[in-house]
């Protein structure tokens, strides 16, 4: 079971879709950490430098003892309740911010720090343990949550710790407010890829769209083959239709030629051999005759299935319906001059089916032909455009036929009287060449009397 869509496009704009999302949301991740440190950064220096500046304040006095030469504040040391605090605790020791209020930072307990070197003698030198310093972030016993920075220092002999801290809100805010609008830019960002990228998808395969509508022409049969002029990664492909086309011509030419040499080299000996068993004394009994007439109908259902079959192979053709109805009914009214049958005609111009012109007037002539003989005074032809199919309707006035016989009748070689002339098979050729053509045949009794005959045929593509 795949999630991909149907279409090339959806598959080309959810593929790129998706990488184009994760790279933006990678990128975006990047940028927040970056934009993370850079903050970081800015707030650690500030409380370096108030290290720095404590770190020089520190000083021993005359008795011995550690002080904190005057300096001031500087905000936002000096607000209270800020979160920017500082602390130096040691033995004996403990100077705090102004901002404290009194009170104490109280943070968790910091590793103990080895002994300092033996060397260390500088007032305010930095003592570095070699034990990491605790994780820089830290709750203090009032609940704020701090970014705390620590140095170890000497005063004298004596080590202390200076502790300084930040509101995490200085880190977060910024970078909040530095994230909004870049994440809001990477969604703007975001839509017009995605609007680029389906505007790239519709020009990329608009040349596919292009080739399905030559490909409809030639199978209408407007071109013969599809143009060659097609993009480099459509040019083999085209090469490929165009040999395919050309191969099922020659196929279908060829089979039409040996389906013509067939009726040729059979028909005419047969029609020889009638001739002669019609002599008298040639068929004493009669009993050859019909042997020959049964051959005959054989082979011109099976020359007619084979004609069939040859027209399954086109489908290229677009053939006007109105002319060729015209001319055949011109043609039966002719034969059939002295019954003064009146025909109608009612078929639209522009009305074209795909099929070849000589199988339509095998199908339109066998209908038309039973139409004739069996009708009384009128014969009508019409035909109507309806689902994509041309709906060929031929109607007469004759005497009909039971409904139990209305299937019966299109089996090939099935007569249904036999005083009448034929061979039965007209009617069977027809359906089969209409099926062949994806069309289809049927018959109905006609109102208020008389039979209807329904040729439905693929309507050729505009």
């Known amino acids: 079971m795949t999630f991909l869509p149907r279409s090339l496009g959806g598959r080309l704009l959810a593929g790129g879709a998706l990488f184009m999302l994760l790279a933006l949301a990678v990128a975006t991740v990047l940028i927040g950490f970056i934009l993370n440190r850079f903050i970081v950064g800015q707030v650690d220096q500030r409380l370096e430098l108030e290290i720095a500046t404590l770190s020089g304040a520190i000083a021993t006095g005359p008795d011995g003892r550690t002080i904190l030469r005057p300096f001031v504040d500087v905000p936002p040391f000096d607000r209270v309740g ?15 911010s102004s901002s404290l209020a009194g009170g104490t930072l109280d943070l968790p307990p910091r590793p103990a720090d080895p002994p300092p070197p033996a060397d260390a003698h500088q007032q305010g030198e930095p003592h570095r343990p070699d034990r990491p310093p605790p994780p820089p972030d830290a709750v203090s016993a009032a609940g704020e949550a701090l970014h705390v920075r620590t140095r170890a220092v000497l005063a004298g002999t004596t080590p202390l710790i200076i502790t300084a801290t930040a509101p995490l809100s200085a880190i977060a805010t910024p970078l909040r407010e530095a994230l909004i609008p870049l994440v809001i830019s990477i969604f703007v960002i975001a839509a017009g890829l995605l609007a680029a990228s389906l505007m790239q998808v519709r020009i990329g395969l608009r040349p596919l769209g ?100 040859a027209a399954g192979g086109g489908g290229l053709a677009a053939t006007l319906l109105a002319p060729r109805a015209a001319d055949l009914v011109a043609a039966l009214g002719k034969i059939h001059s002295e019954r003064e049958i009146t025909a109608t005609i009612d078929i639209a111009p522009e009305i074209a ?110």
């Not at 800020?82 to 705090?96: A, H, I, L, M, P």
């Not at 209409?434 to 329904?454: I, K």
């Open 82 to 96: 800020s979160g920017w605090y500082w602390q130096v605790s040691g033995k004996d020791v403990d100077f705090r």
């Open 210 to 309: 292009r080739l399905s509508a030559d490909l409809r022409a030639v199978r209408a049969g407007r071109m013969q083959h599809v143009p060659a002029e097609q993009p480099a990664e459509l040019a083999p492909v085209v090469s490929e239709l165009n040999a395919l086309i050309d191969q099922n011509a020659a196929g279908l030419a060829s089979a039409r030629l040996h389906v013509a040499n067939l009726a040729h080299g059979l028909k005419t000996p047969l029609a020889g051999l009638a001739l002669g068993l019609a002599e008298p004394g040639r068929d004493p009994d009669g009993s050859m005759a019909p042997l020959v007439a049964q051959m005959e109908r054989g082979i011109r259902h099976h020359l007619g299935r084979a004609r069939a079959a």
């Open 353 to 462: 089916v795909a099929c070849e012109g000589q199988d339509i007037d095998e199908m339109l002539g066998n209908l038309l032909d039973n139409a004739f003989q069996w009708a009384r005074s009128t014969v009508a032809v019409s035909a109507r455009e309806e689902a994509r199919s041309i709906v060929v309707a031929i109607l007469d006035d004759g005497p009909g036929l039971p409904d139990a016989l209305l299937q019966d009748v299109l089996l090939p070689g099935r007569r249904i009287d036999e005083t009448v002339p034929g061979y039965g098979f007209g009617l069977s050729i027809a359906r089969e060449l209409a099926e062949l053509y994806g069309g289809s045949l049927r018959l109905y009794p006609n109102t208020p009397r008389g039979l209807g005959v329904a040729l439905i045929l693929p309507a050729a593509i505009g």
